[in-house]
């Protein structure tokens, strides 16, 4: 049988350091993101080449 979840976790309880990269302040971000603090990530397959 698969266990169901419950409906009262809270993101805390399953990931306790899921919070941990959002707690930094505009400060700290601010040394390499431009004046938007936009940032996003890439996601390459195996084998491929840039």
Do not use: V
């Not at 049988?1 to 707690?23: A, I, V």
């Not at 302040?25 to 938007?36: A, I, K, M, V």
């Amino acid at each position: 049988m698969k266990k169901q979840r419950s409906k009262q976790t809270q993101p805390l309880e399953t990931d306790p350091f899921g919070g941990f990269h959002y707690d930094f302040s505009n400060e700290f971000y601010s040394l390499w993101l431009d004046p938007t603090m936009t940032y996003s990530c890439g996601y390459l397959l195996p084998g491929k080449r840039l």
